[in-house]
């Protein structure tokens, strides 16, 4: 069995042990189209939807702590390096599937609720999204492998929910376009870097931590 392989595989088994707690996802989706529709934004609803993602991802922590799943991945033929490029895995096709639904989502919404899609916020909102989900996963993940996820959840993610809570409020409640005009001005002529941009960024801020990952988790007793 190659490195590739032994890495899909843990991949599978996280998916695996996180299967159960994908039933939420539902019940927050519904939050997140209720929030859309009740603020008439369909952007809100996109943003949050990677919120929730965040959660999802991160619940294989909790599931693999409660079972004792550490143990387990101590007698595979798996190395530890191995385990965490699996578990960024797992978290990289959790991120692109609700990446997927949150542009469904914004599709379906804002024809619903104005009739029309605005290219701009619509791509601008996926790219945010998208880095936003990078930077959470980026920032948490580290954290639950060195505490625990039952240890930091809480003190990890609460910011994370309240930093994009207050974006969402400041665009809101601001006109927040007017002030980076000419930003706006080069994106509507260069729409498709939007969703490069986002993409590189979440990509790069999951790399940046999956080598601090790998420096905790391999030094860690099991």
Do not use: Q
């Amino acid at each position: 069995m190659n490195r590739a392989t032994r890495i899909t595989s843990a991949a599978k088994l996280d998916f695996y042990a996180a299967k159960s707690s994908m039933s939420m996802a539902f019940v927050l989706m519904i939050v997140a189209v209720a929030i859309g529709f009740v603020t008439h934004g369909p952007y809100y609803s996109m943003i949050l939807t990677m919120v929730f993602g965040v959660t999802s991802s991160g619940s294989v922590f909790s599931v693999h702590e409660k079972c004792h799943s550490d143990k387990l991945y101590g007698i595979l033929p798996l190395k530890k390096s191995e385990m965490i490029a699996g578990r960024y895995l797992y978290g990289l096709v959790i991120g692109v599937a609700y990446l997927l639904l949150s542009a469904i989502l914004g599709l379906i919404l804002s024809l619903v609720i104005s009739g029309k899609v605005d290219a701009l916020p619509y791509w601008a909102s996926l790219a945010f999204a998208f880095a936003y989900f990078g930077f959470a996963v980026g920032v948490a993940y580290p954290v639950y492998l060195k505490f625990s996820f039952a240890k930091a959840y809480v003190f990890t993610m609460l910011p994370m929910y309240l930093l994009a809570v207050l974006f969402l409020v400041v665009t809101h409640k601001t006109n927040l376009v007017s002030g980076i005009g000419g930003a706006v001005a080069f994106f509507t002529s260069h729409i498709a870097l939007l969703p490069v941009i986002g993409l590189i960024a979440g990509l790069a801020l999951m790399a940046v931590s999956i080598v601090i990952a790998n420096l905790i988790y391999t030094r860690k007793e099991i």
